[in-house]
Structures are given as C-alpha cells and as structure tokens.
C-alpha cells in the first residue's frame, strides 16, 4: 500500500528502522534542553515519534527522562536542514508525569 503524506502533515517514523538516527535525535532535544534552561534532565528512553515536511523535516519526538526521581514524558521538536547542516531545538513541551 502506497504511503500517502499530505504535504506538511505529519507521519510516524518506523523507530526500529531509523533507531540511531532517531535516538540520536531524541538525546540530541534533552541535552539542548538541559543547555538552555540550566537544568539536569537525564533521558530514558524514546516512546514515539513522526516527521513533518516544512523548509527542512521537523521531527517531533515524545521523550522519556527522569528529573530527579520522577519521570517525565515531554514532546521534543527538532528541526533539521540537511542541506545547511542545521539542528536545533524549536521546541520542548512537559506532557505529564509518569
């Protein structure tokens, strides 16, 4: 079956295909969150994620991290730009606690 994206919708990213690339990207979000806000997330674990085609892809990545001793899940939004070789942060949203 033909995988049909409606142009700037977003789509699930197979994490067992792209697991390194994903995971990298996921880890990439939490220690540039750390960075901006001065604080000492530690990731866990990714549990979902998907793409988005805009001048670059937008990843938008559901992360797992421990802030002390809670767990917490937030939605990490990365921006790439292959071509520029650009990765940043755009946003990082707390989801609820575990």
Same mark, same amino acid.
């Given at each position: 079956?033909?995988? *049909?994206?409606? +142009?700037?919708?977003?789509?699930?990213? =197979?994490?067992?295909?792209?697991?390194? $690339?994903?995971?990298? #990207?996921?880890?990439?979000?939490? =220690?540039?969150?750390?960075?901006?806000?001065?604080?000492?997330?530690?990731?866990?674990? +990714?549990?979902?994620?998907?793409? $988005?085609?805009?001048?670059?892809?937008?990843? *938008?990545?559901?992360?797992?991290?421990? =802030?002390?001793?809670?767990?917490?899940?937030?939605?990490?939004?990365?921006?790439?730009?292959?071509?520029?070789?650009?990765? $940043?942060?755009?946003?990082?949203? *707390? #989801? *609820? =606690?575990?």
């Amino acid at each position: 079956m033909a995988d *049909h994206t409606v +142009l700037g919708g977003t789509r699930d990213i =197979d994490a067992n295909a792209n697991d390194l $690339q994903v995971e990298s #990207l996921a880890r990439f979000a939490v =220690d540039e969150h750390n960075k901006k806000e001065n604080v000492t997330l530690e990731y866990k674990r +990714l549990l979902g994620a998907k793409t $988005q085609v805009v001048a670059g892809t937008m990843h *938008h990545l559901t992360v797992e991290v421990a =802030d002390g001793e809670t767990n917490k899940v937030y939605e990490a939004k990365v921006l790439e730009k292959a071509w520029e070789n650009l990765k $940043q942060l755009e946003g990082f949203t *707390h #989801l *609820h =606690d575990v």
